[in-house]
């Protein structure tokens, strides 16, 4: 028994902790054990004229709540907190409980119990949002990158996961709920919202990240009686909200590999919202973030030394692009009703924006050659394109409702194919082609062309001789570059993905002994990408569609250079 116990026996106060009672049976501590335990812990390790021993008040603490449950160990912490306000600045600390667990004064059974007590407390509101942070060092961690307060991290995180699981997970998503709603009434710190991304990537749900942002931003339009006002409210919050997560996101992805399990904070967003189901709701927050992703500062998306997209968010805008809001994200963008903006000016703001975010998008998804996911990206854009040939050609099978519902649906697929053509044009030219690093730059334009061919292979993973010819006409039909691509394809009509890559670093060692015109290689691929939306669309019924959709090409092209000044 602890020597609180004995001294509470002594002077016949009842003890808090019972004996062992069979499973289900036994009452909770009363009012009058946990006021008088309390003062008891309070008063261990008192000095009069010294500083009090912190040590051991944590010490009893600990003790005494590894006999308890969880819900009298967060009655237990309310009362302390009731009889000494001024406790989590003094001695009931995360640090001082975590050295002391650390120095072996503090056992596992205790360290769980002090856990599961503060997540009990927690959500029975025993322990409110101010405390929480109070004891988990919030302020710590909202000031600086994790990089730069590891210490804290690493106590808050251990501290959570010591939970019962499914306390945990519990707690980890009401506390990042409450951060992520300061956040969005514009309050918090720079990585408030990182810390509530951070916790959520913890627990290891996929739709936690998008349950609490939506829960957040559903909850600003809420009482508002006007629908305009209050879908404004929401869209201002979910504005908020990706501003602050992509800019905490910043000193997230500097501090990587600072401890286990760091993960940027809107690449988890991003991965959450791209499990979602196809729905209006989950459509519109999918086409926010692709558009944020160009409208944002650089630095969140690409590297700013390397001026590479950045490999996280690259993949989960992949995700995006190739699952349930794939198709939303890509209809948002390439819309352009030449009938309902008038002038030059008009187009150019609207349909050369819609270019220049989609264009963005490629270039960070699918004509990436440093992201994995870049072939599920490539592939739902070539899905899409296909769509829109296969309804001018006349092929008869099933399409989008709202491509039916179109007055002029020949024009609207026109008008797709046009914008998305131009969008990857754009893709390629924006680039960041380290003209200075030719072997760098190289490999990056020859990796946008072959991967752009492996794409067009039913299965991908594969270059066939029936886009050998044209893989060979984007260089120029080299003859170095014509006998890498046959030698590559003698051992049979495809290659597997590490014949692929070798034939990567093949044409481009060949294109730099060359030594090559970088800039009219660059044209050569943006060529190839154009001929790649065209490929396949057939005159029917005296129609030119391809003649059509390469000249749209060309005048989003002009929208886009008006856009931008």
Do not use: C
């Not at 196809?278 to 969140?300: F, G, H, K, L, P």
Request: no cysteine; proline share 4%; hydrophobic share 40%.
């Amino acid at each position: 028994m602890s020597p609180i116990l004995d001294s509470l026996n002594s002077t016949n106060v009842v003890p808090l902790r019972q004996p062992p009672m069979e499973p289900g049976v036994g009452a909770a501590a009363s009012e009058r054990q946990l006021r008088d335990t309390a003062s008891e812990i309070l008063g261990t390790g008192e000095r009069r004229f010294l500083r009090d021993d912190y040590d051991a008040r944590m010490e009893a603490f600990a003790e005494e709540l590894a006999g308890l449950s969880p819900e009298d160990g967060a009655r237990l912490v309310a009362e302390l907190t009731t009889q000494d306000p001024g406790a989590l600045n003094s001695w009931l600390k995360l640090d001082t409980l975590d050295r002391l667990h650390g120095e072996g004064r503090v056992d596992q059974a205790g360290y769980q119990a002090v856990a599961d007590a503060f997540a009990s407390g927690y959500a029975r509101g025993d322990i409110d949002q101010q405390q929480a942070e109070t004891f988990l060092q919030q302020y710590t961690l909202d000031g600086m990158a994790p990089g730069h307060r590891i210490d804290a991290w690493t106590q808050a995180r251990d501290f959570i996961g010591a939970m019962e699981p499914a306390r945990a997970d519990a707690f980890r998503e009401a506390y990042a709920t409450s951060l992520l709603e300061r956040v969005a009434d514009g309050g918090g710190q720079f990585h408030t919202s990182g810390v509530a991304m951070q916790l959520i990537a913890d627990a290891g749900d996929p739709h936690m990240a998008a349950r609490v942002f939506s829960q957040v931003t559903e909850a600003a339009g809420a009482g508002i009686g006007d629908p305009a006002q209050a879908a404004s409210a929401r869209a201002e919050a979910r504005a908020t909200l990706l501003e602050a997560i992509g800019e905490s996101s910043i000193g997230f992805e500097n501090s990587d590999g600072a401890f286990e399990g760091l993960r940027n904070p809107l690449a988890t967003l991003i991965d959450s919202v791209a499990a979602q189901p196809d729905t209006q709701q989950w459509n519109e927050v999918a086409v926010e973030i692709a558009r944020y992703a160009e409208a944002s500062n650089d630095d969140i998306f690409f590297d700013p030394y390397t001026d590479k997209p950045i490999a996280s968010t690259a993949e989960a805008l992949s995700g995006l692009l190739s699952g349930e809001q794939g198709e939303a994200v890509l209809d948002a963008l390439t819309t352009r009703d030449s009938a309902s903006t008038r002038g030059g000016d008009g187009h150019a703001q609207e349909y050369g924006q819609n270019a220049i975010d989609l264009g963005n998008l490629l270039r960070i998804t699918a004509f990436n050659p440093d992201n994995p996911a870049a072939g599920d990206a490539m592939q739902a854009v070539k899905d899409y394109a296909q769509t829109y040939k296969d309804f001018l050609n006349g092929v008869d099978r099933s399409y989008p409702p709202h491509l039916n519902d179109a007055d002029a649906p020949q024009s609207e697929a026109v008008n797709r194919l046009g914008i998305l053509g131009g969008a990857a044009f754009d893709a390629i030219t924006q680039s960041k082609i380290d003209l200075d690093n030719r072997e760098a730059a190289t490999q990056q334009l020859v990796g946008f062309a072959v991967d752009l061919a492996v794409s067009a292979v039913p299965g991908g993973g594969a270059v066939s001789r029936l886009v050998g010819s044209d893989l060979k006409a984007v260089f120029g039909n080299n003859p170095a570059i014509d006998r890498v691509i046959d030698q590559a394809l003698q051992g049979g009509d495809t290659l597997g993905s590490a014949a692929v890559d070798q034939l990567k670093q093949d044409i481009a060692g060949a294109l730099s002994e060359g030594q090559v015109d970088l800039e009219v290689l660059r044209d050569q691929v943006n060529g190839f990408v154009v001929d790649t939306m065209l490929d396949g669309l057939r005159d029917v019924d005296g129609h030119t569609y391809r003649n059509q959709v390469e000249n749209t090409i060309e005048a989003v092209q002009t929208d886009i250079t008006q856009n931008r000044g």
